[in-house]
């Protein structure tokens, strides 16, 4: 359930994905609340723009590589030995991050890196590019490495997901030789369905049949669904973009979900991760 305790929704406003996301929030059996309209919409906007950019990534003709045999377009990346890509000094960090998807065929990366280009697609979506290029500069891509503004919030103790959250599927028994598919960072759309770079868009199912292909000869252990959800500081990216200075009081979206009975709450960097302790 959806509780907004100053003002009252505009659903109307809403496109289909903000609109399938408010639902899948309203009829839930927790509680989720908000302080305003502008904050739930915000949120709802963000995570609309993450499957947006899911679908576009998914469109375009980016490949799926190892860092070893990651490529990029020059003219806006710098690829590193380790096979990072640091934006060049003469661009724009919009620029940068929207060529990834218009000139896709220049570009192959791993998953991880895959979902942190679509947050930042997703963010300058909705913020523009003059904003998005004061915020984030100097845009090194590399697995789960981001920008401090680009804060992330990991739920572990059987949160709820909803469209356009992170969630990811471990394969355990990974044959040596495949490494690169040890589980696959996913974008939930919505509808049962997931977006995975190099996968595609697929059912949960698939994604795990797909993984279990590459298990070790012999392996009776099941790829599978990990028990966590992640997704951006939504307040925190708000107040930000908005102009406010969000260390004179501390802004989060963890304000807005249900807290569980035991849990323990822990900030490493930019990510801010929740567990509930063991009994």
């Known amino acids: 359930m959806i509780v907004i305790t100053n003002g009252s929704p505009d659903l109307a406003s809403l496109n289909d994905a903000e609109r399938m996301v408010y639902r ?10 908000y302080d305003s309209w502008n904050s739930l919409l915000f ?20 490949s799926f590589a190892s860092f070893k045999k990651s490529r990029c377009n020059e003219q806006f990346w710098e690829r590193k030995e380790n096979g990072a890509f640091l934006q ?13 998807f218009e000139n896709g065929s220049l570009y192959a990366f791993e998953c991880a890196t895959a979902i942190i280009i679509l947050l930042y697609k997703a963010v300058l979506n909705v913020i523009g590019d003059q904003k998005f290029d004061k915020l984030f500069n100097n845009l090194y891509l590399y697995s789960w490495t981001y920008d401090h503004d680009l804060r992330l919030i ?33 974008i939930k759309m919505g509808a049962g369905l997931y977006y995975g770079h190099g996968m ?15 298990r070790i000869q012999g392996s009776t252990v099941s790829a599978y669904l990990m028990d966590e959800v992640t997704f951006p500081d939504f307040a925190y990216l708000q107040k930000i973009v908005t102009g406010g200075d969000p260390t004179a009081q501390p802004v989060s979206s963890l304000s807005t979900i249900p807290t569980v009975l035991g849990q323990v709450v822990a900030t490493i960097g930019g990510r801010t991760i929740v567990r509930k302790m063991q009994a």
């Open 154 to 186: 990991t739920l572990n103790h059987g949160a709820e997901a909803f469209g356009g959250d992170i969630q990811y599927f471990k394969n355990p028994d990974v044959n040596p030789e495949w490494i690169e598919w040890q589980g696959e960072n996913v």
């Open 200 to 214: 595609g868009i697929k059912t949960g199912d698939e994604v795990i049949e797909k993984l279990n292909r590459v």
């Open 43 to 62: 949120e709802l906007q963000v995570r609309a723009a993450i499957m947006e950019a899911a679908l576009a990534l998914n469109n375009s003709e980016v």
């Open 88 to 100: 060049r000094k003469n661009v724009r960090s919009s620029e940068a991050i929207r060529d990834i």
């Open 24 to 33: 899948e929030k309203d009829r839930s059996s927790r509680t989720y609340t």
